[in-house]
T-cell receptor
Framework: DADVTQTPRNRITKTGKRIMLECSQTKGHDRMYWYRQDPGLGLRLIYYSFDVKDINKGEISDGYSVSRQAQAKFSLSLESAIPNQTALYFC?????????????????FGPGTRLLVL | DQQVKQNSPSLSVQEGRISILNCDYTNSMFDYFLWYKKYPAEGPTFLISISSIKDKNEDGRFTVFLNKSAKHLSLHIVPSQPGDSAVYFCAASANDYKLSFGAGTTVTVRA
């Protein structure tokens, strides 16, 4: 079974609709992230959470909200979807270690949700 | 403003030859660098990393080189295999928990 799962894998919705993307992990990590991928732009951070009570905005949080229901679950919501939110969305969890004074953070990604907003 | 840049959107290489992927960064505070590999319809998977206290890290066919003075890193794949055909992302962090990603390089390994 996959360590990081996302549902749905594909979604088509209309402008103005509210939708939720869900992420679950079995890795036992405290830190979770939501990214979007657009062609030519790589992955951009939307929101991140260091634990259930700690939610932080990333570089492109406008138009999105999140909920950390439990250590293992982190949901992303589009309150009123618009066409430029059409993208590939990835959830990730992370583990970190400190070696030689350098914080080494490795993130593990889910399979992604392909969202199309018409 | 992208702090991590992969200036080659694509790379085509013959099977058995070396693939060299390049990545440049602008933030001098970055001290940990990673390469991820992504197949279509899958999420990125961690490939190899290097911290700023090293200039080379090797794992099997994959070697990452870091040149801090030039703010440049590269990934070498030797020998290239058909299963290496994928999108490769360079990422960096600055002693925190956030990663900055490049736009990716699509590698195609020709038989």
């Amino acid at each position: 079974d996959a360590d990081v799962t996302q549902t749905p894998r594909n979604r088509i919705t209309k402008t103005g609709k509210r939708i939720m993307l869900e992420c679950s992990q079995t890795k036992g990590h405290d830190r979770m992230y939501w990214y979007r991928q657009d062609p030519g732009l790589g992955l951009r951070l939307i929101y991140y959470s260091f634990d259930v009570k700690d939610i932080n905005k990333g570089e492109i949080s406008d138009g999105y909200s999140v909920s950390r229901q439990a250590q293992a679950k982190f949901s992303l919501s589009l309150e009123s979807a618009i066409p430029n939110q059409t993208a590939l969305y990835f959830c990730a969890t992370s583990a970190a270690s400190l070696e030689g004074g350098v914080l080494q953070e490795t993130q593990y990604f889910g399979p992604g949700t392909r969202l199309l907003v018409l | 403003d992208q702090q991590v840049k992969q200036n080659s959107p694509s790379l085509s290489v013959q099977e058995g030859r070396i693939s060299i992927l390049n990545c440049d960064y602008t933030n001098s505070m970055f001290d940990y660098f990673l390469w991820y590999k992504k197949y279509p319809a899958e999420g990125p998977t961690f490939l190899i990393s290097i911290s700023s206290i090293k200039d080379k890290n090797e794992d099997g066919r994959f070697t990452v080189f870091l040149n801090k003075s030039a703010k440049h890193l590269s990934l070498h794949i030797v020998p290239s295999q058909p299963g290496d055909s994928a999108v490769y992302f360079c990422a960096a962090s600055a002693n925190d928990y956030k990663l900055s990603f490049g736009a990716g390089t699509t590698v195609t390994v020709r038989a």
